[in-house]
């Protein structure tokens, strides 16, 4: 009797263990607290009597030839996001909180070594069928093995997927170190399986996709437009998530080829909202009748958010980007001061980290904490890491950068480079390559940039081709220099591997534009997945910006921390505006704007 009831209790004990602290909740965050409590009723930036109604008009760039937002092959229409659902929705106030969308319910075990999603019952993809855990295991086996090989990194951690009924799915991983898991996860776009069951996936490009999303493809012509229409009976528009949002009954992106065609456009009324991305545009042609009544409204709005590195970027898998003191002596010929004062208005601020306009940009000398981390690798990093400030070349902005080029002409002549009939030359080779651009617009920026570089022997080119052929040199990795901006996030993780890790360096239509092959660096993105709270987060991740900085890989650009719209004063928007983005989609259209037209 007393065996069978200490075993009872063994029992019970190991079972309790297994599931201390595995509670069903609303939220996960990667700080563990959420903003939004239990049984709340909508986000703040939002207005619960916004309007539907109306047609949003708004420009894409380039074309499209594909509905597959997913593979690799393709490119896929301008808003097709907007037909799907993810298992739950982010927050556009907090760092990184997702809130109940599919799922109703999170479950994350006490050892973080499994998740578990409950689907809303009341889920439904567009057609009406009911969403399940087999279309979650579906759709995540679907994109690890067929979609772009970034699903198959980002979720890198997942051992395996069981249904374990008809609305619980649980993942489970293949260790417990990697803290934001589940959150990831909890963007997985859900797809439906009766549809995709018997289609080649792909070879989807043409294929109408079904959804469960609050818009549904309404009419399309490939590489012109496409007008997605609200779904009235979109399952989860009464959602806590969904309250005050997706208020246009249609939605359409026409695609422009030429920029200036499309701002004359907008300006003519053929679209009703841009977001402008040239400082001298913003100068010097947002002018004119429209502005001054009022018809069209400019407007600056400071944010919050991260902003990534945009830069001109070395692909260190040519042999000639290989040498870190080159390519920190070609980042001295890049004059920004005058650039920004010339071309820029002076409204843009040079960006000296990988995550700038945010807590996670290194500053100042290592602290004792990143040191503790730095010292591990000390052997296999530059000196300058450990005992210098990294600070960009900083010009008078006067066009005369005559010390900055006698300093990289220095440099380069002690790798070895000798001068031949102006050239730079070393073992029978030029020092010469291509900048590969596919719009003309920043052209005149890399003008003087190729100008400076011609004065101390180094020949530099610019090669502008079309969108479609762009798009399949970068995924093959076929140029020496072009211009990218690696897009981070304020809780940056797994995401990492596919921006700098190794792996990601030899796989087609990763987003390492750079050719990173650091056992180094992925060691310190380990550390930031593996994070074991914020403070350890940040420090990671500062350590991670300086060794990035500290290497060159990059010749850094510039960045804005405001958002400089315009509009047709056609819109209603909420009081409250998001801290991480612009909430476009919680605007609704004033009732005289809004047509009976079929979209």
Do not use: C
């Amino acid at each position: 009797m007393k065996k069978t009831l200490i075993f009872q209790i063994f029992i019970l004990l190991t079972i309790l263990n297994s599931n201390l602290l595995a509670l069903k909740q609303e939220y996960i965050s990667i700080s563990n607290e959420a903003k939004y409590k239990k049984g709340f009723k909508h986000f703040a930036y939002v207005n619960t009597n916004a309007k539907k109604g109306g047609q949003f008009k708004i420009a894409a760039k380039g074309t499209y030839n594909s509905f597959n937002a997913f593979a690799v092959k393709g490119i896929p229409a301008a808003g097709i996001n907007m037909i799907y659902d993810t298992l739950m929705k982010a927050s556009e106030n907090e760092s990184f909180t997702f809130y109940p969308l599919l799922a109703q319910y999170i479950e994350v075990s006490a050892k973080n070594d499994w998740v578990k999603f409950y689907i809303n019952k009341k889920a439904r993809f567009n057609d009406g069928k009911e969403v399940t855990a087999e279309d979650v295991k579906f759709s995540f086996e679907l994109l690890i093995t067929k979609a772009s090989p970034f699903y198959k990194r980002y979720y890198s951690d997942v051992k395996n997927v069981e249904v374990i009924d008809k609305l619980t799915v649980k993942f489970n991983f293949k260790n417990n170190k990697n803290k934001e898991l589940s959150l990831l996860l909890g963007q997985l776009t859900i797809l439906p399986k009766h549809f995709w069951k018997d289609k080649n996936f792909l070879k989807a490009d043409a294929i109408v996709p079904l959804g469960s999303g609050p818009y549904i493809i309404h009419k399309y012509k490939f590489s012109k437009y496409i007008t997605l229409k609200r779904d009235n009976n979109y399952w989860a528009k009464d959602l806590a998530v969904n309250i005050g949002s997706y208020n246009y009954d249609y939605i359409t992106y026409d695609y422009y080829k030429d920029s200036t065609v499309t701002l004359e456009a907008f300006k003519a009324g053929e679209f009703d909202y841009r977001v402008e991305n040239s400082a001298k545009n913003w100068a010097t042609l947002y002018t004119g009748k429209n502005f001054d009544n009022n018809k069209i409204i400019k407007e600056k709005i400071k944010h919050q958010k991260v902003q990534g590195m945009q830069a001109l970027i070395f692909n260190t898998r040519k042999e000639l980007f290989q040498d870190i003191q080159l390519r920190k002596a070609l980042n001295l010929a890049f004059d920004f001061e005058w650039t920004n004062k010339k071309l820029f208005f002076s409204q843009y601020k040079r960006l000296d980290s990988y995550f700038a306009n945010s807590e996670l940009s290194s500053k100042g000398l290592p602290s004792k904490d990143e040191l503790k981390i730095l010292n591990k690798y000390k052997k296999d990093l530059p000196s300058s890491v450990f005992t210098e400030v990294f600070k960009n070349n900083k010009t008078k902005g006067d066009g005369n950068i005559r010390t900055e080029l006698k300093q990289a002409l220095k440099i380069l002549k002690k790798q070895g480079w000798k001068f031949e009939n102006k050239v730079l030359v070393k073992n029978g080779k030029k020092l010469e390559f291509q900048i590969l651009l596919a719009s003309s617009a920043l052209e005149r920026v890399l003008h003087p940039f190729v100008k400076n570089l011609k004065k101390i022997g180094v020949i530099a080119n610019i090669n502008i081709i079309d969108s479609v052929a762009y798009r399949n040199k970068l995924n093959n990795f076929e140029y020496d220099m072009i211009i990218q901006n690696f897009r981070v996030s304020l809780s940056p993780g797994n995401e990492l591997k596919n921006l700098w890790g190794k792996k990601a360096a030899g796989i087609k239509a990763s987003s390492n534009y750079i050719g990173i092959k650091s056992d180094v660096i992925d060691s310190l993105i380990n550390n930031i997945v593996i994070a074991k709270d914020r403070k350890d987060l940040i420090t990671s991740v500062k350590v991670l910006d300086r060794v990035l900085l500290n290497n060159y890989y990059v010749i850094p650009n510039w960045y804005l921390s405001s958002y400089r719209i315009a509009y047709w004063n056609k819109f209603n928007k909420p009081k409250i505006s998001p801290k991480y983005g612009l909430g476009i989609f919680t605007w609704w259209i004033k009732d005289e704007f809004i047509k009976k037209d079929k979209g």
